[in-house]
């Protein structure tokens, strides 16, 4: 929020200091033509693996600006967040989706076909754009990484074992939410929200078959789509995310 | 999400079996024109007082349509749900924030002047209209008060006394969200967020000193306001909303 704070960009190069890092057309059109930065404008790269780091401006061109690498100013650290599994929605909720989740911690986000899922096509590519933007306006070292879209059916077959899968059942069929973290202890999570038309019967029996599975209720209230996903990860967050050193249990 | 529940509808008259409720000439329009609803179509009604009715449509003409109220479905609850105090931000993100505030339970949206505050106008007829279609949507007995804005001294000056307000402060200085909902008990609550440019230091002073403010850190990332609100009331929902009968207290 502050102004006088450093813009932040991320970028595919390695850093360290005194390296040179050309950006992308874009990125160069950006900073040199709207936002019209010159040569010794101090910014800060990030690139998901190597933490944060001072950059300078140190040559402009017409379509490209190279930057010069200062010191380090936040050491990389492990992005513990949960996977956001989700059937695509329309075009609005799902680009706010990805903007929400980047902000609150998610790790990654797949996209998953279900029986019900209206959008059939998904432009990863648009996700990964708005989830870096979000990525370098919120201050995390990494971008969650988008994944291209898989049959649900197939990635619970392929379900890579310790991970758990925390399942939006807009039934009521499910536990709290506050709950099923806490019993989640240290565990990496998933969070799996299906689409609007909800999940057919037979995913929702596959699912609840699952022994890595665990169905939460958000309430009474019938949330949007994005709306119950954005609320599950806000609450992840709240009590599993970084700097919450508190674990929460059900009192007595 | 179910595609064979009924559409519901605010409307501002008494509900009462029997009762004959004239739509406005929106909703009409809505209605007859748009979802293209015949005579005997079968609807729900709520108006924030008397619970959810089952209506038919049982009189049109071109611009007014007329129910007839039938039995009663659902009685009316207390609403419960903080209130959102929020300093406006722009259209786009206030009118999600006004949507998934109705979603997440908040039972009044106030708007706030604060030093740093950009958007100097705020439309609360259209909020109001938002309010009451994602009232509609999301299956609520009541749709949240949208209040006149008001300066946020003015506010703190003249609070009503047992409500505690939690502040969503960017700067750090607060406790973990959850543990300040759990603090609160049963005491009823607001939520505050800041402008974009977040609070002034004298406001955040001012926001310290009071006994019935407590300051929360949403964590270390920077999050946009309506993120930080939205993130907030899903906690205060998954903690304390309805059908949560479970006392979360930290662990030793």
Redesign the interface.
């Known amino acids: ?3 006088e704070s450093r813009r932040r960009l991320f970028v595919e190069a390695n850093l360290a200091e005194g390296a040179r890092v050309a950006l992308t057309e874009d990125q160069s059109h950006r900073l040199l033509h709207v936002l019209r930065a010159g040569r010794g404008t101090a910014l800060a790269l990030f690139n998901g693996r190597d933490g944060e780091w001072r950059a300078e401006l140190a040559e402009t061109g017409k379509k490209r600006a190279l930057l010069r690498v200062g010191e380090r100013l936040r050491a990389q650290e492990p992005e513990a967040g949960p996977w956001l599994v989700f059937a695509p929605i329309k075009r609005g909720p799902l680009d ?1 989706l990805t903007e ?1 989740a980047t ?3 998610a790790s990654v986000l797949l996209p998953v076909r279900t029986r019900h899922t209206d959008a059939q096509r998904v432009n990863t590519a648009r996700l990964g754009a708005i989830a870096v933007e979000a990525a370098e ?4 070292l990494t971008v969650p990484e988008v994944r291209a879209p898989q049959p649900l059916d197939a990635l619970i077959a392929a379900w890579p074992a310790p991970r758990r899968l925390i399942v939006l059942d ?1 039934t009521g069929g499910g536990v ?4 099923a973290i ?1 019993a989640l202890g240290d565990a990496p999570a998933a969070i799996l929200v299906g689409p ?3 999940f057919a019967q037979s995913e929702l029996d596959a699912l609840r078959s699952l022994t890595f599975a665990v169905g939460v ?8 789509a994005e ?1 119950a996903a ?3 990860l ?2 992840w ?3 599993r ?4 050193g ?6 007595p």
């Open positions: 929020m502050g102004s706010l929400k902000e609150l911690g306006q919120c201050g995390r807009e709290p939410i506050v709950s806490a609007e038309g909800g209720d958000l309430g009474p209230r019938i949330l949007r709306t954005i609320a599950a806000a609450c967050q709240a009590l995310g970084p700097d919450r508190i674990a929460f249990q059900p009192s």
